[in-house]
């Protein structure tokens, strides 16, 4: 069970900023793409809740680092699933 919830976690992190930032083509110039030091801000849904999320500003390095370190989670998890059967 505690699995579970560490994966649904990893995922929720992970996946729900990727999405909400999709990238749209031509509307940065090539040099602030490569900023790692600009501002992103973007909105976080937080789990059990219905009322919405929050916005979370951080630099594009951050996001980076943050995104990376969940991708390294949710590849930990899935790797220590005990698939034997219960019973």
Excluded: H
């Amino acid at each position: 069970m505690l699995k579970f919830v560490a994966l649904a976690a990893a995922l929720a992190i992970g996946v729900t900023p990727a999405i909400a930032q999709a990238p749209s083509a031509g509307t940065a110039a090539p040099a602030q793409a490569e900023d790692p030091d600009k501002k992103i801000c973007e909105r976080v849904e937080e789990t059990g809740t219905r009322l919405g999320g929050r916005r979370v500003c951080k630099t594009k390095a951050e996001w980076a680092a943050e995104r990376a370190e969940s991708r390294r989670e949710l590849e930990r998890v899935q790797q220590n699933v005990d698939y034997r059967p219960a019973g």
